[in-house]
């Protein structure tokens, strides 16, 4: 009696303190989580720019469902509300005063920034050149586009910038000043927000800004409608988090019914559900105090716990005969018990060695809170029973099903061929069994992701699938490696290897190579005495270049630029998406359009030692292979391990075969009926692996039915009941629009129905059964 | 008497339409009508331009090519480089090309409303369009139908526009001269192929 006061008295100090500590921790929803931990240094690019990339900042936003006008005065009031707002980085829908300064900025430094200053070009031969095709210029049809910029530019440093700029794209198109979709049908806008990606209540907080500035631009039926990272983090964060209320509710509601119409006491309902919440929250704690956070999606994994934690008190109370104390019961049942929790444990124990922190902490919390509730159900829930708590009286309902089950045995060659045609089918497939495409795991649904997509190329904006990154030490050695690259890859566009690129060395070149421009260009007087000279002949009017000398003057003495110059323009969000600090250096990224023969680009970057060539596409899908590959193999490794602490404990072969077969057989169906779906998700792979950990279970009170026969009727209605409380748990998962929910809910679901059924049928309760009736009156 | 007076003259209105429409001055809806019934034509022009910027003016040669009704081609010929520019306007879109590697300037006339006012200045004008006209621009016509002229001063957006001149008799165009914003002018008389 002392023992099992200490017992209670330690569940209540560790309960609360879990308690206490769960309170307080902070639930995280960045899906980075679910990336591995040892990355190659172009998936460190990858995570890094869906942690706080620039891409991870942008909102696209649309106003449609009123004509054009209308739709364009509503942009421009919007976008003037949000301009005022410190939690924008950047708003861009068209309207020129966002340029102002970026056109401020080029033309106050054309001659730091351009690439194409040599001090040939101020020779009076180089001078010629570019006067004589300034005059032909002037007489073409685009002559008004130089007409303002001769006097100051006659090399054209400005149009040349602005033509880099634009990347040889004109940019979306546009209706009274604003930007609009080819169809006219919406109005266009580019924001950035100040939040990282990360940072998914800055997010939410920036978002419900817009959509309070949209409500009083006077939008009338006009729409709203919002894409890009920030959004689908938030809505993934609402949408989990109200899976996981929802469903866990759900999930609770269902087990509860089924478990109050079984034992018809609410106090026995409750005292069910004592080591399911134990366990949650030491499993919660205990992942908090791992991780330091806990993701929402091992925190939905909750619900699933109660599908298998429940099953322990299930046991422990089906299988207590009225007039027999629950200790009996314990002794009888602990062996069982403790091999089942054991071989869970071992299954999951797999997920702590994945690289994935998402999958580690699932994996943490499952052997937690299992560890817990099974200990809770031994040690304390008997302290808790009521001393006159009846059990439950074997019924004629558990006499009804037992009999049904004895049919079971002529159906086993039914199982063998039911598994063989299964594993056939999954072996016949064209396609690969596997998803291999990451879009399959994101929470985006696919009208969302096509939403996206459209308002993309709408806007024009950068998808970004060809990076070259290079990391150095310091800004300055990282822009001299981006010239040296870029040195070597605009040869490529004239090839047709690449269509174009973007440099940070565009916004801000390198000093070194500032210095140089200023080296290159001549002294007010020597250009002068060469201008004088080219332009003999020429019909130029005399001193019409008095600009020009002048602003030469300038640049070849003034300050060098610095990042702080491009403060205010929009040209400073492309720099700090290509120019990012890193706590080990500096990352600069070039970004390549149009890519048609990358083994090209391979090879131009390959004298620079630190250039890494990144395909996003391609480096997300490998990481999902990575992904797959390691789970497949730590799922292999979980059910070696589960079959290895099987045989040591049964001993014996045909006991063990009967065990792994019924559990074989469950997992192939159980795989052939979701690939009847389609694709099979990583997801689905933790899946069966649970199906693995909570089937043995149910094999292994078959097997230890041998030494009792009598009890099997009861064995069976507690295995029923548990099974019942399972696919309750994790059939409502399988509601979840969440695909990790989803995908994890569906095959439990079915995998643990199959198990119960398979295990009756291979491991013969019907003999077991016959026996025992035998020896009744 | 007063009524068939009116009869008569109703009467020789009906019988001599040219020839009063001849020695009366001209109308706006007149010329409109007459450019009406031009589908297709295509010309030689030549263009001055006379630039603050220069000294004498640049001279270029080249063809013209309508097509009603919003279609206008204008090819330059080739010049001492062997480089031909088509400037091609299309509803309401500007194209530049130069048939070399760099991809052609397209402009639209809401993205860029001074190159808007240009563009429609030329398309109404040649297509008869006397309503457009009257919308963006104050409208003068003078001369009679056998030798009229037409000055559109835009009603906004005058930097690349101030006023345009055009020349013609009848339903064919003579001249366009330009002056923008700057005070720089285009002098171009077009002379029509046979058709």
Same mark, same amino acid.
């Given at each position: 009696v002392t023992a099992r006061r200490v017992a209670i008295l330690i569940w209540i100090t560790v309960i609360a303190a879990s308690a206490l500590f769960v309170a307080r921790l902070q639930i995280d929803t960045d899906m980075a989580a679910f990336l591995p931990r040892s990355a190659s240094p172009a998936q460190r690019v990858l995570v890094d720019q869906f942690r706080d990339g620039v891409v991870s900042r942008l909102v696209l936003v649309a106003i449609e469902g009123v004509p054009t006008d209308k739709s364009a005065a509503i942009s421009k009031r919007l976008a003037g509300q949000l301009r005022g707002n410190p939690d924008f980085v950047?708003?861009?829908?068209?309207?020129?005063?966002?340029?102002?300064?970026?056109?401020?900025?080029?033309?106050?430094?054309r001659y730091?920034?351009?690439?194409?200053?040599?001090?040939?070009?101020?020779?009076?031969?180089?001078?010629?050149?570019?006067?004589?095709?300034?005059?032909?210029?002037?007489?073409?049809?685009?002559?008004?586009?130089?007409?303002?910029?001769?006097?100051?530019?006659?090399?054209?440093?400005?149009?040349?910038?602005?033509?880099?700029?634009?990347?040889?794209?004109?940019?979306?198109?546009?209706?009274?000043?604003?930007?609009?979709?080819?169809?006219?049908?919406?109005?266009?806008?580019?924001?950035?927000?100040?939040?990282?990606?990360?940072d998914i209540d800055g997010a939410q907080q920036s978002l419900a800004a817009i959509r309070s500035a949209f409500a009083h631009a006077d939008p009338g039926t006009a729409r709203l409608v919002m894409t890009g990272p920030p959004v689908f983090a938030v809505a993934a964060r609402d949408r989990i988090r109200s899976d996981a209320t929802r469903l866990s509710a759900l999930a609770s509601l269902l087990v509860a019914g089924a478990l109050l119409a079984v034992y018809r006491s609410p106090r026995v309902l409750a005292l069910a559900f004592v080591p399911v919440v134990s366990g949650g929250l030491v499993g919660i704690a205990t992942v908090g105090l791992a991780f330091r956070t806990i993701h929402g999606i091992t925190l939905g994994f909750g619900a699933t716990l109660i599908g298998e934690a429940v099953d322990y008190a299930v046991y422990l109370f089906t299988q207590t005969a009225p007039d027999s104390p629950v200790e009996r019961t314990l002794e009888r049942i602990w062996p069982t018990l403790r091999l089942g929790v054991l071989t869970s444990i071992c299954g999951f124990s797999a997920m702590l060695l994945s690289s994935?922190?998402?999958?580690?902490?699932?994996?943490?919390?499952?052997?937690?809170?299992?560890?817990?509730?099974?200990?809770?159900?031994?040690?304390?829930?008997?302290?808790?029973?009521?001393?006159?708590?009846?059990?439950?009286?074997?019924?004629?309902?558990?006499?009804?099903?037992?009999?049904?089950?004895?049919?079971?045995?002529?159906?086993?060659?039914?199982?063998?061929?039911?598994?063989?045609?299964?594993?056939?089918?999954?072996?016949?497939?064209?396609?690969?069994?596997?998803?291999?495409?990451?879009?399959?795991?994101?929470?985006?649904?696919?009208?969302?992701?096509?939403?996206?997509?459209?308002?993309?190329?709408?806007?024009?904006?950068?998808?970004?699938?060809?990076?070259?990154?290079?990391?150095?030490?310091?800004?300055?050695?990282?822009?001299?490696?981006a010239e040296r690259l870029n040195a070597a890859l605009v040869p490529l566009i004239r090839q047709g290897a690449i269509a174009g690129l973007d440099t940070p060395t565009r916004y801000l070149p390198s000093l070194a190579a500032q210095r140089a421009r200023q080296a290159a260009l001549p002294a007010p007087a020597v250009l002068q005495v060469e201008l004088d000279a080219?332009?003999?002949?020429?019909?130029?009017?005399?001193?019409?270049?008095?600009?020009?000398?002048?602003?030469?003057?300038?640049?070849?003495?003034?300050?060098?630029?610095?990042?702080?110059?491009?403060?205010?323009?929009?040209?400073?969000?492309?720099?700090?998406?290509?120019?990012?600090?890193?706590?080990?250096?500096?990352?600069?990224?070039?970004?390549l359009r149009g890519v048609t023969a990358p083994e090209v680009v391979g090879q131009a970057i390959a004298s620079e030692p630190s250039a890494v060539l990144v395909n996003l596409k391609v480096e997300s899908d490998r990481l999902l292979g990575v992904y797959l590959q390691e789970g497949i193999s730590l799922a292999g490794l979980g059910a070696a391990a589960i079959v290895l602490l099987l045989a040591a404990n049964l001993r014996s072969l045909p006991r063990l075969i009967a065990v792994t077969a019924s559990l074989a057989a469950a997992v192939v169906v159980t795989l052939a009926v979701l690939h009847l779906g389609g694709q099979l998700s990583i997801f689905n792979l933790f899946g069966v692996?649970?199906?693995?950990?909570?089937?043995?279970?149910?094999?292994?009170?078959?097997d230890r039915q041998r030494d009792d026969p009598g009890g099997m009727p009861r064995v069976l209605a507690s295995l029923l009941l548990a099974n019942l409380c399972t696919v309750a748990g994790f059939g409502v998962l399988a509601l979840s629009h969440t695909p990790v929910l989803h995908d994890l809910g569906m095959p439990v679901a079915i995998g643990t129905f199959l198990s119960l059924i398979f295990a009756t049928i291979i491991m013969s309760p019907v003999r077991i059964f016959r026996s025992a009736n035998a020896a009744k009156p | 008497m007063k009524l068939s007076g009116q009869t008569v003259l109703v009467g020789l209105l009906a019988a001599l339409p040219v020839h009063a429409a001849q020695t009366a001055p001209v109308t706006l809806d007149q010329i409109m009508t007459a450019l009406r019934t031009v589908k297709h034509v295509e010309a030689r022009y030549i263009e001055h331009r006379y630039l603050?910027?220069?000294?004498?003016?640049?001279?270029?040669?080249?063809?013209?090519?309508?097509?009603?009704?919003?279609?206008?081609?204008?090819?330059?010929?080739?010049?001492?480089?062997?480089?031909?520019? *088509? +400037? @091609? !306007? /299309?509803?309401? *879109? +500007? @194209? !530049? /090309?130069?048939?070399?590697?760099?991809?052609?300037?397209?402009?639209?006339?809401?993205?860029?409303?001074?190159?808007?006012?240009?563009?429609e200045s030329i398309r109404a004008t040649l297509s008869g369009d006397g309503d457009a006209l009257r919308r963006s621009f104050d409208v003068t016509p003078s001369g009679t139908i056998s030798e009229w002229q037409l000055v559109l001063q835009p009603r906004t957006q005058q930097g690349l526009l101030r006023w345009m001149r055009v020349s013609g008799y009848a339903e064919r165009i003579t001249a366009i001269d330009t002056q923008d914003g700057e005070g720089d002018r285009s002098e171009m008389s077009i002379v029509e192929l046979p058709r």
């Open positions: 950047a708003v861009e829908n068209g309207e020129d005063s966002g340029f102002e300064r970026d056109r401020d900025f080029l033309w106050s430094n730091l920034l351009s690439d194409r200053i040599e001090s040939t070009l101020f020779t009076r031969a180089g001078l010629r050149g570019v006067l004589e095709h300034d005059l032909a210029e002037l007489g073409s049809a685009s002559g008004f586009l130089l007409k303002q910029t001769l006097a100051a530019d006659p090399t054209g440093e400005m149009l040349h910038l602005i033509d880099q700029q634009q990347g040889g794209g004109a940019g979306p198109a546009r209706h009274d000043g604003v930007w609009v979709s080819p169809d006219g049908d919406r109005t266009l806008m580019l924001l950035r927000l100040r939040a990282a990606g990360s994935f922190e998402g999958f580690a902490q699932l994996g943490l919390f499952t052997i937690t809170g299992l560890a817990v509730a099974v200990c809770v159900t031994r040690w304390v829930l008997p302290g808790l029973i009521p001393a006159r708590f009846a059990g439950v009286r074997q019924s004629q309902t558990m006499l009804r099903i037992a009999t049904l089950a004895t049919g079971g045995r002529h159906l086993r060659a039914g199982v063998v061929v039911l598994a063989v045609a299964a594993a056939a089918s999954l072996a016949a497939g064209k396609s690969n069994i596997w998803a291999d495409d990451l879009n399959s795991l994101s929470p985006v649904s696919p009208a969302e992701q096509h939403l996206d997509q459209s308002l993309r190329r709408d806007v024009q904006a950068p998808d970004a699938a060809y990076l070259i990154v290079v990391r150095q030490t310091d800004q300055e050695t990282a822009l001299e490696a080219a332009l003999e002949g020429l019909p130029f009017q005399p001193g019409l270049f008095a600009p020009f000398v002048a602003a030469i003057g300038g640049a070849r003495s003034g300050p060098p630029v610095s990042r702080a110059d491009l403060d205010g323009t929009s040209l400073s969000l492309r720099l700090d998406s290509l120019l990012v600090p890193r706590e080990d250096g500096w990352v600069a990224m070039i970004s692996l649970l199906v693995v950990a909570i089937g043995s279970n149910y094999c292994l009170f078959f | 603050h910027a220069l000294r004498s003016p640049i001279e270029t040669r080249g063809t013209l090519r309508f097509d009603a009704p919003a279609h206008l081609e204008k090819t330059s010929d080739p010049a001492a480089n062997g480089v031909a520019e *088509r +400037l @091609t !306007i /299309d509803g309401d *879109r +500007l @194209t !530049i /090309d130069r048939g070399t590697a760099a991809s052609p300037i397209v402009l639209t006339l809401h993205e860029h409303p001074e190159i808007g006012v240009l563009v």
